[in-house]
């Protein structure tokens, strides 16, 4: 009988933790799935067909797709406003246009030749990819006005992105 009233209290304490486990996980398994909702929320990306812009979207790609290979057009969600995105191959590189429901460019990523970036910007990129090597940089333009460049970085196996002011020097907040 005593080793029943000893065991007693530990099972009881062994089934407290259990409840308390099981409820800490699900409080875990809740944040995280209303933060990835929200997330999800926030930005939505699909790709779309030419035939699913709106009007005006369509005139901005018509004026900015001359001589240009169109690949594709992705739709954006981000912060409740929606996006177009179309996506170009010209004179053999890459250039994304977004544009707003209204057709009016908000933002262009260019690639551009590493080698023709002014001596500063080059400097600067080199300078924040540290020991990693870098490959594709792009010029990244906002309202018409030039305020980053952005290159990929490659540094033991990983890959991740690096920005720069137009003068080469770091930015105070990505673009």
């Avoid at 409820?23 to 030419?50: C, D, M, P, Y």
């Avoid at 996506?87 to 030749?113: F, R, T």
């Avoid at 023709?116 to 020991?131: D, H, N, R, W, Y």
Wanted: hydrophobic share 35%; net charge negative; no cysteine.
């Amino acid at each position: 009988m005593l080793i029943v009233k000893q065991a007693l209290p530990y099972r009881m304490l062994q089934q407290e933790v259990s409840v308390r486990t099981m409820h800490n996980f699900a409080f875990a398994l809740l944040v995280i799935t209303l933060s990835g909702s929200s997330l999800w929320a926030q930005e939505q990306e699909r790709k779309i067909k030419r035939s699913e812009l709106p009007p005006a979207v369509e005139k901005t790609v018509v004026a900015n797709t001359q001589g240009a290979t169109v690949r594709g057009f992705n739709q954006e969600k981000e912060n409740g406003q929606t996006y177009y995105e179309a996506e170009l191959l010209v004179n053999g590189h890459s250039k994304d246009i977004l544009m707003d429901k209204d057709g009016a460019v908000v933002e262009v990523e260019e690639q551009v030749d590493f080698a023709s970036l002014p001596a500063e910007v080059q400097s600067g990129l080199q300078a924040k990819a540290g020991s990693g090597k870098l490959s594709t940089v792009e010029s990244i333009t906002k309202h018409d006005k030039l305020v980053a460049y952005e290159a990929k970085v490659t540094t033991s196996g990983k890959r991740s992105e690096i920005q720069v002011g137009p003068d080469g020097k770091p930015l105070d907040h990505e673009e």
